[in-house]
């Protein structure tokens, strides 16, 4: 694109997006009825030495469409009609606008804009996304707040949103600081983890993700630092990622979880994120969870809610005989009977996950 042709958009595109829109072309006969647009940022946390690649995925059925990439205020890029539209800009500074301390907030947001339609059943004929990360120092140093936390993904109010804050278990370095391949393992988890399961990847903008500063013990189903109960009041689950390779569990709202790819993260996010019971039969605890149960206490819960969902009640088989005996009607691999990146959630765990999101 001409700099100035640039310069111009960087000054005037708030106002000429609805002036561009709509051009008539006798060539186009089109009805926009879908224009979406889903940005995302890597590094997850970027430290002021990193650049950071802004990805923009639009989903449209407009033929022709722009996409807008703005990053920390400014356009950064502008691409015509691509589905994926994606710049790389930095380092970005982490000093503070008022100038003090290290480490800031840094916006972006991507903008869809069809053009040359006839018809545009949106009002507005247009969709953006807009995201905040965090920009710290070298170290991952950031005081923009006391409460020892960083945004990674922080795109939705908290009282609306899942917040999930990673804690670095000790096993990742010796050092004080957060290290890049703790950093790395989270984006890995948000982006490939969840990511990858299309029912959470749908939800993706109701999800806040989060890094604790200091680092929690790895053991016990993961502990945080007792700190973050006070700093971060608002959040409504704790994952603690560790390096080694140990059996992980959940208490309450925090689990642990391997750093790398293993069965732990989706499975035990199951338990601490979306209150689901094991499928398996073995050693752990069973319950029934309060609404859409993905296991049943008796066989009689289970035929019965077949029943009134329509499905043949011959589906409902015990699955274990510890602990009074448990009921369910999932078949083969679960995230629950196991865990692994894109295995399915079951008949029942795809209820109880809608019931989840349409919940929050
Ligand atoms: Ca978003
Ligand atoms: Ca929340
Ligand atoms: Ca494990
Ligand atoms: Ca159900």
Redesign the pocket.
Known sequence: MPKRVRALLTLFVPVSLLALAGCDDPNTTTTVTRAEVEARHSPIIATDSETVTVTAETDTDATEFWTFIFVDGTLEEICDSQTSCSVTVGPLSSTPPGGTGTGRPVNYHAIVLPIKYDDCDLDPCNNEDRNTFAVTGNNYQYDPNSGNYIPALDQSP??D???VVFHMAGDYTSGSDLTKSFISDVEDKIYDEYGAQSIIEDQMQNFNFWVYTKKANGDDCGVPDSSVSSNMA?R?ADAVLHVDTFGDCSIGSRFSAEGHDTKAFLHESGHGVFNMADEYDGDTSYFEPANEPNIFKTSSNCTSEQTSEGRPTSACSQFTSRQGGWYKIHTGSTIMSWGTTGQPWGTEGVEHMNWFFNNL
């Open positions: 908290s009282s949103a899942v917040d608002f409504d």
